[in-house]
C-alpha cells in the first residue's frame, strides 16, 4: 500500500511453498512473453493461438496482465539500480558529448606504463600542465570542442618542415597497422572506427594537412598541428607519435619525444573559416564558368563574323579564275593548230 494515497501501489508478492512451483511459474510466464512477440511479427496455428490464450488466462486479473519477475533481496536491488544508473549517465553524456570531452585524455600516459619511466621531469610537468590547462579552457569556454580529426602536436624538432610533419603523419598509421598484424599493439574498437562515420581517404590520402607553426621572424616555434581526413587515422596517429622520439635533421643525436593530443576547437572560429572556405569556392567556380561563357561568346562570334555572302563571292571569284584559265589553254591550243 502507498502510505500517502492509502491505496494500493499495483504491486505484490507471492510465496510458493517449493522453489520449484516458483521456477515453473517464472518459465511459464517468460515462454508466454515470448510466444506473444513472436505472434505479433508471424501468423500462428490455431492449435498455438489456444495454448497462448490459455496461458494468459493464468496470469490475468480483472482483466490486466500482470508482469511477473523474481523478488530480490536489497543487495541485488542496489546492484541493479547502480548498473542502471551507470548505463543511463553513459547514454546522456554520450549523447550530450558534442564537444567531444571524453577525448580529453588521449594522449595521456599512466604513470603505471613503461613509456612514463622513460619520460624526463621537463616533459611529465609539459603534459601535467597542459592537461589541466585544456580542462580549464573547456570549462570556461563553451564554444571550445575537442577536435576528432586535427592533433596538436609539440616538442617538434626546430629544424622539421612541413612536409617532413606530414610524411611523419602518413607514417605513423602505415606503422601503427603494421604493429597490429605484428601484435604489437591493441587494433581500434568497432565503436572507434566507426565515430565520425569511417570517412574514406580523400584524393590526396590520408593527411590532409600538416602545418608547423613559425615564429614572427620566421623561425620554427617547435609545434604544429596535423589533419586527418577522418578520427580513426587521427586515433592511429595520436597512438604511435605520441611520445615518440623524433630526431633533428641536422643531427640526428639530438632527439625530442613528441607530445600529442587532440586539438581545441573554437566552433566561432570554425564556422568562420568554413564560411570563407565556401566563399572562395563560390568565387573560383564563378570564374571558371565565366570562362566557359567568354568562350562560348568568342565562338558564336568568330560565326557570326563569317558573312555567308562572302563565302559564296569567294566560291564564284574561284570558279571564275578556274573558267577563264581554261578559256586561254583553249586559246593557247587553238592558235597552235591554225599556223
Request: proline share 2%; hydrophobic share 30%; net charge positive.
Amino acid at each position: 500500500m502507498d502510505a500517502f494515497t492509502g491505496r494500493s501501489k499495483g504491486t505484490a508478492f507471492v510465496c510458493f511453498h517449493h522453489k520449484m512451483d516458483m521456477e515453473n511459474c517464472l518459465n511459464v510466464y517468460r515462454d508466454l512473453t515470448q510466444q506473444s512477440a513472436l505472434s505479433v511479427n508471424k501468423k500462428s496455428t490455431v492449435l498455438q493461438n489456444q495454448i497462448l490464450d490459455d496461458n494468459i488466462e493464468k496470469f490475468t486479473l480483472d482483466g490486466h496482465l500482470v508482469s511477473v519477475f523474481p523478488a530480490l533481496n536489497k543487495e541485488d536491488i542496489s546492484v541493479i539500480e547502480d548498473n542502471n544508473r551507470k548505463e543511463r549517465k553513459h547514454i546522456v553524456e554520450k549523447n550530450l558529448d558534442k564537444r567531444n570531452i571524453f577525448l580529453l585524455n588521449e594522449g595521456y600516459i599512466d604513470p603505471k606504463s613503461s613509456l612514463f619511466n622513460l619520460l624526463n621531469e621537463t616533459e611529465r610537468d609539459m603534459r601535467n600542465q597542459s592537461l589541466t590547462q585544456r580542462k580549464k579552457l573547456l570549462e570556461k569556454n563553451p564554444s571550445l570542442y575537442i577536435s576528432l580529426t586535427r592533433l596538436a602536436v609539440r616538442n617538434i624538432p626546430k629544424d622539421i618542415s612541413d612536409k617532413d610533419l606530414k610524411a611523419l603523419a602518413r607514417k605513423a598509421c602505415v606503422d601503427f597497422a603494421k604493429e597490429v598484424k605484428e601484435k604489437k599493439r591493441a587494433p581500434l574498437t568497432r565503436e572507434e572506427n566507426l565515430r565520425d562515420g569511417n570517412p574514406k581517404k580523400g584524393k590526396k590520402g590520408i593527411v590532409r594537412q600538416a602545418k608547423i607553426l613559425q615564429e614572427k621572424n620566421g623561425q620554427a616555434r617547435g609545434c604544429g598541428f596535423i589533419e586527418y581526413v577522418g578520427h580513426r587515422w587521427a586515433l592511429m596517429g595520436l597512438r604511435w607519435l605520441n611520445g615518440r622520439k623524433i630526431s633533428s635533421k641536422k643531427n640526428e643525436n639530438v632527439k625530442k619525444r613528441l607530445i600529442v593530443e587532440f586539438a581545441l576547437e573554437n566552433i566561432n572560429v570554425v564556422n568562420r573559416r568554413k564560411e570563407r572556405e565556401n566563399k572562395s569556392r563560390k568565387k573560383i567556380q564563378l570564374k571558371i564558368e565565366d570562362k566557359m561563357v567568354q568562350t562560348t561568346e568568342k565562338k558564336r562570334k568568330r560565326n557570326d563574323d563569317s558573312d555567308p555572302n562572302e563565302i559564296n563571292d569567294k566560291k564564284r571569284k574561284r570558279l571564275s579564275y578556274i573558267i577563264s584559265r581554261k578559256k586561254t589553254e583553249k586559246k593557247s591550243t587553238t592558235g597552235k593548230t591554225v599556223t
